[in-house]
């Protein structure tokens, strides 16, 4: 299967700062990008889509201001959780899908544990 | 009703043990159902798509029932290996569309 990597694993930061994680697809170009977030014994929740070169489109309830995501490049999505604060902690995952692995096939990063203090 | 229920679980089998998980959707319209995996603190992986003639892929076998919008998949000789949450997974938009939505999972633990 194609691979995702995001980075960072893990992160840990005080309230009201800022954190950028990065989505990469290795081997196939993506061109759309999710982003969800999994808190502890739930589901996964689809935050946003983003496809490269335009806007993400962000799920009711799920702040833009709050969760800056940029899709430039077929390879790299970011999410920028800005002045994160506790309730913000959560599991953090991207997947991404491309042409070439069909419509509905997503392939899932490792995620990303935010922990803000 | 929500878009995606599963059995809420725990199961805790026996190894050997055959197990099964059921799981509903309410968009009678969805086109694409897919188990996925997660082990603890992991992301999920797709563990196998769900065809309406029901697929089988070794020990696991799916069925899909649209006229009573409801999954199944079927875990036979249970190996400590299998223990993790099963994410019954739709996507209601169909073909063309990429967006999934996850059930919450059913977690499964295989004793020795």
């Known amino acids: 299967g194609a691979v995702v990597s995001q980075h960072p694993s893990w992160v840990i930061c005080k309230s009201g700062t800022s954190v950028k994680i990065e989505c990469r697809s290795l081997d196939f170009q993506a061109t759309t990008m999710f982003w969800y977030r999994q808190f502890p014994k739930q589901s996964l929740m689809l935050m946003a889509t983003?496809?490269?070169?335009?806007?993400?489109?962000?799920e009711q309830g799920v702040e833009k201001d709050k969760f800056l995501i940029n899709h430039a490049s077929l390879t790299l999505s970011t999410l920028t959780v800005t002045s994160a604060h506790p309730e913000d902690s959560s599991f953090y995952i991207c997947?991404?899908?491309?042409?070439?692995?069909?419509?509905?096939?997503?392939?899932f990063g490792p995620g990303t544990r935010l922990t803000v203090l | 009703r929500k878009e995606v229920e599963q059995d809420p679980g725990p199961f805790n089998v026996p190894e050997g043990a055959t197990v099964a998980f059921n799981c509903t959707y309410s968009n009678s319209a969805s086109q694409s159902f897919f188990w996925y995996r997660q082990d603890c603190r992991k992301e999920p992986k797709l563990l196998m798509s769900?065809?309406?003639s029901g697929n089988e892929d070794g020990r696991f076998t799916a069925q899909l029932n649209r006229a009573s919008q409801y999954i199944s998949l079927l875990i036979r000789d249970s190996k400590l290996s299998d223990s993790a949450t099963y994410l019954c997974v739709v996507n209601p938009s169909g073909a063309g569309s990429y967006q999934l939505t996850f059930g919450k999972g059913t977690k499964l633990s295989v004793i020795p």
């Open positions: 769900v065809y309406s």
């Open positions: 997947s991404a899908s491309g042409f070439r692995q069909g419509t509905d096939t997503q392939y």
């Open positions: 983003s496809n490269e070169g335009s806007k993400a489109t962000y």
